[in-house]
């Protein structure tokens, strides 16, 4: 029973971490000229360089992302990482239903940048503690780290500075700029996030 209540436990702190990083994406990302690196960065420059619609990459490579979690990080990773890409697809949807809680940040895109690595570093951070992935970029970032033998902050920048970098080739470099400074950022929230107290307090969930 203690077995089964603590894995409830896992879930629920999963679902809270997919909240807070919706709830992000939604009030910043998505309304504002601050972009990400990774998974959905890749996405975005096959769409601008080929014309081929994310409708059809962003399976392929959040498949292969998940299928390489499996492989290297087991199955229970699977598991968590459908309850976290599922919770942030709904919470996402149902704060489609309701007007922005943030005022437009356009105007103080710095404000916007770090704002929102806030919430994507807690949100991500969170999940990715319990060993769950909301998306294709915290399972490669993982599976970077493990077979690297580097710190996750580490293999997100590998990732997602890589292809900040590549999208110089049709967004502006002031955007860029930004969007730099947020990933550096989140990416730093999500390592002290995965690793707080995990030293002192082993046995803890949170």
Known sequence: MKKILKQYFYLAYILLGAFILAFGMYNI?????????????????IFNWFDISPAITAPI??????????VFLGK????????????????YAILEQ???LFPDLNGVPIVAAIVGAI?????AG????QGGACAGDDALALVI????HIKISQAYLFTDISVLLLSLTYIPFRQIAYSIIT????????????????KESVGAVL
């Open 61 to 70: 490579l959040d498949g292969t992302c998940y299928l390489m979690g499996v």
């Open 98 to 100: 309701f007007p922005p």
């Open 145 to 148: 780290s493990k077979k690297l």
């Open 29 to 45: 990302h998505s309304r504002t000229i601050i972009t990400e690196g990774g998974i959905w960065g890749i996405e975005l420059l």
């Open 126 to 129: 969170i999940v990715v503690r």
């Open 119 to 123: 919430f994507v570093g807690i949100g």
């Open 76 to 91: 229970e990773f699977i598991i968590k990482s459908l309850v976290g890409t599922l919770g942030y697809s709904v919470f």
């Open 183 to 198: 990933v550096l950022l989140s990416g730093w929230i999500i390592e002290k996030v995965q690793n707080y107290k995990k």
